[in-house]
Each structure stands twice: as C-alpha cells, then as structure tokens.
DNA sequence: CTGAAAGCGCTTACAG
DNA sequence: CTGAAAGCGCTTACAG
C-alpha cells in the first residue's frame, strides 16, 4: 500500500513509481503501464500528507466560518469549496459560531496542519492582534465580510454602502421621503457602511434623516417584528424601510401584518441578501442581491492568488451586488 | 520553526522537545520550563502531519455532504464540526451537490489526505460498490440520511416512518378522514417511508389510502405550490395533508392561499424537519423536529466509536423524532 | 531524566 | 530512462 510495495511487485525503484504517480515524461511507456496496472491491482491511494512534507507543500485551505447555519455564509462555503476543489484543494472546516474564543482554539488547530492559506469571516467582537499572531507572518489569509481591525490581510467584502444607497434610491424614484433604516446592530461594520448608503441618498435628494428613523435590531426576524412599533411611536412615521437585511425585512412584515399594515400596499420595504425565501414570501420582497455563493468562489480565487504571490500588495475587493425590485416596495407614498 | 531550531536553543534534543509537546512526566519540570519558554518565544506551531505520519495516526475527518445549502445539512455539518472539534479532530468538507460523479472525485481527494473516517450523506443515485471500492476496506465509514445500497456501513438515519405515523395520527385524531401525502419524489428511500408511516397509519385507522391522495413533487416550495391542484382535482378531495418536508408544505400553503383555501382554517397539513421558518410562518406550520445539529453530533459520535473499535458489529441507529404541534393543523375537517 | 538513531511515505537532485 | 541516497518534521524504542 506504499511505493515501496508498488516498486517491490513491478520490479523498478520507488523513484520510478513516483515519477509515474506524478505522470513525468522520463518514464518508459512500457515500464509506466507495468506501474500503473500494479496501481490499480492493489488499490494503491496516494499519501498526500508525505508528499506535502517533503515537498514543503500543502493541498488543504482553512475556511472558518462565524455561522454556518446562516444560509448565505453556507451558500458561501459551498462556493469556496467548489474553487478549492477545482484548483486540487481540500477544505478544512472551521465554524465559530460568533464566538472569539472558540474562533481562536479553532485556528490554533486548523493552523497545526498547515494549510495553504486561510478564510476568514471573523466571529463579531474578534481580537485582530492575537489572531495576527495565531496566523503568523508567512499564511495567506483572506478575510472576508467583516473588517479585522488591524490586520494587513487581502480582504473581500460586499458593496454595503452601495446596496443601501441603491435600495434608498429606489424607494425616493417612487415617491417616499420619510424613509427608515431598520434593523442591525448600529456597531457592527456592516450596519454602519449600510446606514452610510442610505443617509448618503437622502441627503442627496434634500432629505436628512430623521434619528427617530434609525432603529436597531438584532438580525432575528422575532426582534425584527417586535420593533415594528417603533416605526410608528411618533408623529413622523416613515412610509417605507430599508431593512438591514432580509431577515429583519422579513420580520418587520410580520410586525406590519400584525398592526393591520399590507407591506407592499401601505407600507415599501426592501432587504438585503436575497435570500431564496424573499422571492417565494407574499408580497416578494425587493432585496439587494449579493450572490454568496460567487462571492465564495471570488474569495477562493482572491486567496490562492496570494498563496501564489505572497508579497503582492494587499488588495480590498468590494464585490458588486444589485437590486432586485419585487412586489414588497410597491407602496405609493401616503 | 521545528523542533530542531527549539532544541538547540533552549540546550536539549529533539526527544526532548517531543516530549514536552506531548506533555510527557519524563521530562524534568526546570527543563520543561526552558524549553516551552523557547516555544512562545519563537511561535513554534506543531506540524501534525509530520507527526501522523511517524504515529500513522490521523486526526481528520471528511464531511461529506450532498446538498451544504440546504439548511438541514448546513445544521448538520455544524454539529458535525462540534463535536470533532471536541476529540480534537479537524474537518475536511467536501460538497457533492447531489452529483454521484463530483462525490467520486471529491472521495478520491480526500482519502489521499488519510482521514480516520468518513461521514457521508450520500448524493442520490450513488453507486455504493464503486464508493465502496474507493474506501477501501480499512475506512471508517458513517453513513447519514440515504440509504447506501450494497454497502456495510454504520447508518444513522432519522425515523422517517414514525415521523410521517405521528403527522397523520396527529391530522387523524382531529376528526380528519381524507388525507394526502403530499410532495417528494417517490422513488427516493426518504419518500418511501415517509409515505409507509403515513400508510400504517391510515390503514390502522380503517382509512385505505386513496392513490389520488399521493401526489409527487420535487421538494421545493415552486412545485409544490403548483402541484396543489391536484389535490382537489375530484371528487374525494382531502382536508388535510401530510407534507413530504416543511419546503414542501409551505409551497402547498402559498398554493392553497392562491385558490383561496386559507391553511389551518380551510385546510390542514403537516411539515417535516422544522426548519426555522416553520415557526414564523402565518399560520405557524405544524411539523416534525428532527434537530438536524444534534444529528451532526451523533452521527461524529457515531464514526469515531467506529474509528475506535474497527471490529464491532455494524449497527443501523434511527434518530427520534418528534411531532410539533403549531396552528396550520388547526382546521377542523369539513 | 536525556540523547543518538531509525523510520513514517514520499520526492528530488545526483549518478549512471 | 532508472536507482541509491538523503531528507521533509516528527516520534519512539533503546541506551545511558
């Protein structure tokens, strides 16, 4: 089950038996069939953990996710595998549910077995410092989604404050001016670069928001759909919220309902994401679309072009994202 | 950055060094100290694959899934990676996308990193010998989810019969007579048995099912919600339905909206797996829990009690399940 | 309690 | 075109 065996049973040396498994061409057709066939008869599988140790190599790439269980970081998973995959990769699965400390145990371990390079979409509250030092200064790293504070890594992100600022723009194009941002945690980066979107377009049309129309939320739809009433505890109520993300806007709906409101009737709102689910939801609700899973395979490609180069300049990729327009934003102004 | 360059730092051999990685009471606690001083201060980070080599050990395992997307696996692979984590295993991903060639491949890759075991949910349509044969005979194997034809591997599969018995005994214990099973494709094992419990249940009740009542339908909520005509497309129309999965039942709901039929009031029906939405939907969808992240970690318990005693008998372990009763089985039959 | 030696399964110059 | 030798980073008997 080793080359010796091979080489053993095929009468040549195990220099020659690697040379084959390596498909080099300074190997006689003829001695090469003899190998191979005694491959196959035995069931030969290839050690590639003694190859990566001797040749100073590794095949694997660590990818350590924040939630797993949140369908766009799974979408995303699955798109850094299949990159991975294609390029002769191995995936080495970390999830760390939001948690700094077990993100930091995770790649500990992750890092003992030497994978090629890391991506990273850091657990909320992460210490940018001593994961520096967890990484080391050779490891390409590619940190995804959200900043690491302090850390000279290639980093891939959404268009957040773009996705706002287009969601605004479109909910202003159909007449809204008491418009709300709803939902986030106000200091999580994401929520801030959206917010930023958002307040850049009403300022832009002469309208500059109210305070009373930032409302936080965790991104539950339960917590969503309790601070619904929020909306409306004053004078100026907004006619129209651009969610967090698809999930609050999910819930928000839910909170409408409940008070008597018709989302997409009294009421526009849009997400973010577009989660499969906002399609299928009545009314369908216009999101901003980011495409996780393309997003995944772009940070695959982004980090083994740094494991290729390590000493190019770091880069900070902002991925597109679009608006998608379904029937949620339908409401005229009141 | 080996334990040579520690050696000859802190004045001890490599043995030595060993052993204090190891943790081992050979060593004397003054030199300990000195030589994991020299640990911290050069960042020394192990190199497990040198070290499974030389133990011909393996501390990896490979997860692999056929649909990562679909939250019930997302859920499971979470568990998964828990509990390795735990016995100090790391996770080597690979997802199929229900395609028996990727997963041939994929099995080919990962199986030249050596893993101690194989937690596998097989794609649909696998050929179980030619997995069988790429797995060699030495493998720990667990199977998840799918029945693997022809393969004598330890299975862990969710009691899809007593979950469909307790949906229908549920719908019958309030008074219904007619009722469907709803959606999946009927030649997949899953299908099957839902439908047997369903069956059993049904004929226990004095009630032979009525073909008209089974209706296929890929299990998405599209098809689903197109195929409800069907139910009412003669004469001995149900009252309520048994739903292949929560996807599927929340496709019948939209459909049933669409005629006008207004679910747990009109209408009666069932889900299964109890994904997050089932909870939040209007009306909320009564449902099978199957608590696909406690599966993960069982189905990792599982393998590595397999990974430990290679020889014990095989076993065949049905996860419970659990009937949760919300407000969409709430309509009285007509 | 510590060190010298052999070896895990592979690859790669280096001779021939 | 093929073979003998050294070595990747670790561990483990075996002496001392």
Redesign the pocket.
């Known amino acids: 089950?080793?080359?010796?065996?091979?080489?053993r049973a095929s009468?040549?040396?195990?220099?020659?038996?690697?040379?084959?498994?390596?498909g080099?061409?300074?190997?006689?057709?003829?001695?090469?069939n003899r190998v191979e066939l005694e491959l196959k008869r035995q069931g030969?599988?290839?050690?590639?953990?003694?190859?990566?140790?001797?040749?100073?190599?590794s095949s694997s790439v660590a990818l350590v996710i924040n939630d797993l269980s949140n369908p766009f970081f799974a979408e995303f998973a699955m798109g850094v595998d299949e990159a991975l995959v294609g390029e002769g990769y191995v995936t080495l699965l970390g999830s760390t549910g939001e948690s700094p400390a077990r993100q930091e145990t995770l790649l500990a371990s992750l890092m003992e077995h030497s994978p090629a390079g890391v991506i990273l979409s850091p657990a909320e509250h992460s210490d940018g410092e001593r994961l520096q030092r967890l990484l080391g200064p050779h490891t390409a790293v590619l940190v995804f989604n959200r900043e690491l504070p302090g850390a000279g890594y290639d980093f891939l992100a959404l268009d957040n404050r773009r996705g706002a600022w287009l969601a605004t723009e479109h909910l202003l194009a159909r007449g809204h001016r008491r418009i709300a941002f709803f939902g986030g945690h106000a200091d999580s980066s994401s929520c801030q670069q959206r917010r930023q979107g958002y307040a850049d377009a009403m300022i832009a049309a002469g309208i500059p928001p109210d305070p009373r129309w930032l409302i936080e939320s965790a991104p539950t739809r339960v917590e969503a759909s309790q601070r619904t009433v929020e909306l409306f505890a004053h004078a100026r109520a907004p006619t129209a919220a651009v969610c967090y993300n698809d999930n609050v806007a999910l819930g928000l709906k839910l909170g409408l309902i409940a008070r008597g409101v018709r989302p997409g009737l009294d009421f526009a709102l849009t997400g973010f994401d577009d989660i499969p689910e906002a399609a299928q939801t009545t009314p369908p609700l216009t999101t901003i679309a980011v495409e996780p899973r393309a997003r995944g395979r772009q940070a695959a490609e982004l980090l083994l072009q740094r494991v290729r180069d390590r000493d190019a300049p770091t880069r900070q990729v902002v991925a597109p994202v679009q608006l998608v327009v379904r029937g949620s934003s339908g409401a005229p102004p009141s």
Chains 1, 2 share one sequence.
């Open positions: 089950m080793t080359v010796n065996d091979i080489a009468g040549v040396s195990r220099a020659t038996v690697s040379l084959v498994l390596r080099s061409p300074l190997v006689h057709a003829e001695t090469r030969y599988v290839y050690n590639r953990g003694a190859a990566n140790l001797r040749r100073r190599t």
